[in-house]
Every structure is written in C-alpha cells, then in structure tokens.
C-alpha cells in the first residue's frame, strides 16, 4: 500500500500542475503543483489535496479595446484524473454533502510517485446548489467560498482516514483558504490543542488584505454548525473568523515565500514566529524544448539536480543565442499568428505578464508615453498577458488601460496583449521574450515566480527589488534592478528609473554590445540555480517538515 509510508499531506485550494487540467488560477496553484513535482523528484513521502474545479478559471477573453470577457469550457475529468473508490460526505448548511475523490498520480524524476486528491461535489445525489459548491475556482461570495473551504479542509482529512492514510506527520496548510483542516484535526485528536499544533505548519502567501479570508462568524454558524467550535476567540477579530490566524494559531512552524515577505509577515502578525522559505520553480516544467536540449547537452545531470544550473558558464556563447532565438522565434510565430502584430526578430522585446491587480501596477511602464515612445525609436517590442478575476472590475479596468495605452503608441512601440494566460503561455512567454519587466509597488510582491522562470531560460529580470528579485539580483551582472531596497510608494519616481534604466543601460546593451548582454543571461541562469522548486522542497524538508 502506497498509503501506508506516507508522511506529509499538502493542502491547496488550487494545484496547477498541467495547462490540460484547469484546476489554478495563478501564482499559487502553479507553485503548489511544482511544490508536488519536485517533492516527487525527491523521492518525499508527501500525497496533495485541493479541489476539482470543473469549470476552472475561466478561459479570457479580450476585444480590440481590451474589455475581458469570460468563458467556462467544462472539464472532462476521465481520462486524465482516476475516480477513488471511497464514499465521503459531510454535513454543511444542515444537509449531508457528498464528494466524489480524483487521482492524479506524479512520478518524480526516479520513478517515485505522489498522489494528488481532487474533491469534487458533483454527486448524482447532491441538491443542484451543492453539485456546483466545487465547480469554480474562486467563485460566487463569501458562503460560497466558506463552502469550498470547508469541502477541503474536513473533506480532505476524512479523505485521507478512509484512505487508510494512518501515518501522517505533518499537514502542510498551503495558504489559509486549507485552515478548516485544523478545525477537522481538533475532532481527530480529540481536543488535543497541542497534538494539533505538533502536526500542521503552515505557508503564508501574501501581505494583501484581499489575500486574507475573513469570515462573518454568523454565516460560519449557519453553514458548518457543530463543525465550528465556539474557542475561537483568538483567530476572531472584529466579529470574523481569519483564516490566516486560525492557520498561524494551530502550526508550529509558519512561513513566508521571500526573505522580504518573512520580515513584513511578521509586522503584519506581532506575536508570531514566521520564518520564510523562498519560493522556486520546478526546472523540467519551466524550461522551454529548447533550453532543456541545450541544457542536457552542457550541463548533463541537471534533471536529477538543477543546482548543476550553476554550470551555465560552460554553454559557449553562440550556443546559448542560438537557443534564446528559438524560444524568441516561437513566440513571435504565436503572437504573430494570433495577433497579426507583426513582431520582428531583432527588436528588444519585453514581457510583461501576471494577474491583473493593482499593485503589480501593469501601467507603470506608460506613466508618460511620450517618453517611452521617444526611448523607443522603434527599437521596442512589449508582450503583454494577465487575466482579471471575473468579478475584479478594476482588474479588468487595468487590462483595457494597457489596451488603450499599448493602442496609442503604435508606430512608436509594438505591443501586443495576448488573450488567456495560462501555464502553456506562461513558459512561452517567460522563455520568448529577451527581458521580463516585473514592477510590483514594493513590498507587495510576496515572491513572484515568473521571473524564475525567464531566468532559468537564460532572460534577465528587469524589476523593482521585490520578493524573489530582491534575492537574487546582482545589478548589472544577471538583470537589472529598478530603484533600491526601498519603498518608495511612489509610481513617479519609480517610472523614471525604469525609463532612465531602459534609456542608458538595456538598450545599449542589448544593441550595441551582444557579448555582454549574453552574459547578463547566462548569469541569469546561474542564479536560477538557487530558485528551483528542488531546492524550496529541500528547505521545507529541514526547516518545516524535519524528515
Ligand atoms: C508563473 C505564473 C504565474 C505567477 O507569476 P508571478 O510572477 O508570481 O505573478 C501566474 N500565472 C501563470 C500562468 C504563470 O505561469
């Protein structure tokens, strides 16, 4: 029995681990899925837990004026995920809840395996209100939300004790949308607060108010009755029950995804010990065809151990163009043929993409057009993508301004906003473009994920010293860093280092003097050594899980 060995259960609201299964909307699902990968590479005794999310995400759609629309294509869980043979249900809002389990198995590098867990409340026997509590991913309101959280908390540990899963260590709350899964360990161990504490730890994601669930203890009551104990007290603040202090209170050992998120999670919860854990990318599913080909060629061995990444030095330098000019060509072909933007192979080309929300500040870079226009004399080429949360309406405000502003400065600057960005684009666009702008309102950029990926494809990071960047950049040797290890909070300020660094430093580099702009990307690579998912699952285990 599998079963029987295993030691850790992480648990997710979103785990992104195939651009085919829609089950992640961003940056957390998708560092949940390289989280399992590279647990499986490493031979870890861990099996995953979330939802199944048939209609998903929704799938973007933009007009010429950049207005988003959605879509909701319905995923066929046959044949990818594998029905579980297990009957579960638990009572929420008064009736019997019953949830249909999904298995999807990921082999590591050697062969290990690791199960991941998809609840799904689309049971024949379920009211029409229920069979859709887990059909999309962040959906409806605050009970709908209260509903899918406790489906993957309670749901999830009653998942694993009739799975015979008897030998569990350590719960990892990924988040604090898994934190009802402490509520389910209360009743499991009896009340025993302290058996509780010894058995969870707990990541936290985000130092944005928005990222913190917060729930009114009145419908809490009404939808999971004799579920919620009445000593909450210390996780209640102000009338809500916060999913963050419920995690923090029940773990015994809590982090942060940066080094500059650990330090601000910690003001933001006085009180706490809150190490951090920086956030990595899984190497095989980030890299471009291209790049995993050169790559086994000079640095033979990085599958089984991405820190040989450090290597890089030994990818001649015409090698290492003639890769980046592959992964170039083939998003041009993509953004081209979709588009018809007419992109061109010898132009600088930017890339911008992430969720649409305020403070990654997507408008940054036309603070004042004019200006970038003239930087530009043509010599500028801008890809952009990102989806707003159907309901986010200034998100969606966001996505039609760079529309407006990308459509303006035409002739002066090619730009194109490609539609529907997804893990399959993700790679495209992070290997494609020749550099990844990323500016973030300091210190909001928890980690950040896509700029590890550019790098490891060998495309400096040109980014305001947030998150992962504030780690790993080395100005002016693998990327550049747009303003210093302060926050500013000033967009014009801000706007006028990354124009003056544009200005002065990329465009004559990347023009005028090819050796080292190859250089800054082969440093780029190195450095993406120390931002694998290989070496974050490492840290985990000594420093979260100790096995
Ligand atoms: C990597 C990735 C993200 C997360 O990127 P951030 O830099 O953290 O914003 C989001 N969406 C997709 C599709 C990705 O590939």
């Not at 600057?413 to 992070?430: A, C, D, F, H, Q």
């Amino acid at each position: 029995m599998i079963n029987d060995n295993t030691k850790i259960a992480y648990f997710s609201a979103e785990i992104g681990f195939s651009p085919n299964v829609p089950t992640y909307s961003g940056g957390l699902g998708i560092l949940a899925g390289d989280h399992i990968k590279s647990a499986a590479d490493l031979g870890l005794p861990l099996c995953g837990i979330t939802l199944l999310y048939k209609e998903g995400y929704m799938k973007q759609k933009l007009d010429p004026d950049g207005k988003q629309t959605e879509d909701y294509p319905r995923f066929h869980p046959r044949p990818i995920l594998k029905p579980v043979e297990v009957d579960i249900s638990i009572k929420l809002q008064n009736r019997q809840v019953k949830i249909y389990v999904w298995r999807y198995i990921i082999e590591g590098i050697n062969g290990h395996k690791i199960p991941i867990y998809f609840l799904d409340t689309d049971h024949e026997d379920n009211t029409e209100a229920d069979r859709s509590i887990t059909s999309r991913l962040y959906s409806g309101g605050t009970k709908r939300r209260i509903l899918q959280e406790a489906i993957l908390g309670f749901g999830g540990c009653l998942v694993l004790d009739k799975l015979g899963y008897a030998k569990i260590e350590t719960y990892h709350l990924n988040e604090g949308h898994a934190a009802f899964l402490t509520l389910a360990l209360r009743e499991k161990f009896d009340h025993d607060l302290d058996k509780v504490k010894s058995h969870c730890v707990f990541t936290t994601h985000t130092p944005v108010p928005a990222g913190h669930d917060v729930f009114p203890t009145e419908i809490l009551k009404d939808i999971l009755g004799d579920l919620l104990p009445d000593d909450l007290d210390q996780s209640i603040v102000n009338g809500k029950l916060n999913m963050t202090r419920l995690a923090l209170n029940h773990s015994r050992f809590v982090n942060g995804v940066s080094k500059l998120h650990g330090e601000v999670s910690r003001q933001m919860f006085p009180g706490f010990k809150i190490k951090s854990i920086t956030n990595g990318v899984h190497h095989t599913t980030w890299t471009a065809l291209e790049t995993r080909e050169i790559f086994d060629k000079y640095i033979p061995g990085w599958r089984k151990n991405p820190l040989l990444l450090r290597d890089a030095a030994d990818i001649p330098d015409d090698v290492l163009w003639q890769m980046h000019s592959e992964n170039k060509r083939r998003l041009l072909d993509y953004a081209n043929a979709h588009m018809h933007v007419g992109f061109e192979g010898s132009r600088l080309m930017l890339g911008f993409a992430r969720r649409a929300a305020g403070y990654k500040r997507a408008m940054l870079l036309f603070k004042n057009p004019e200006r970038l226009a003239k930087i530009s004399e043509g010599r500028l080429e801008i890809v952009f993508a990102g989806k707003a949360h159907p309901k986010d309406e200034q998100g969606k405000e966001i996505i039609h301004k760079v529309v407006q502003a990308a459509n303006k400065l035409f002739g002066h600057v090619l730009i194109t906003y490609l539609e529907n960005y997804n893990m399959w684009l993700g790679r495209l666009i992070t290997s494609g473009v020749d550099v990844w702008l990323n500016t973030p309102l300091r210190p909001n950029e928890a980690s950040g994920t896509s700029g590890m990926k550019a790098a490891m494809n060998g495309v400096p990071n040109f980014s305001i010293l947030d998150g992962w960047w504030a780690e790993g950049c080395r100005d002016g040797i693998n990327g550049w860093a747009i303003g210093g290890n302060e926050n500013t909070g000033d967009d014009d300020h801000d706007a006028e280092l990354l124009y003056k660094l544009l200005e002065e430093k990329i465009i004559p580099t990347y023009y005028d003097d090819r050796d080292k702009w190859i250089s800054v990307m082969r440093e780029s690579i190195i450095t993406s050594a120390d931002f694998t998912a290989q070496r974050m699952v490492n840290d985990y285990r000594k420093l979260s899980y100790n096995c």
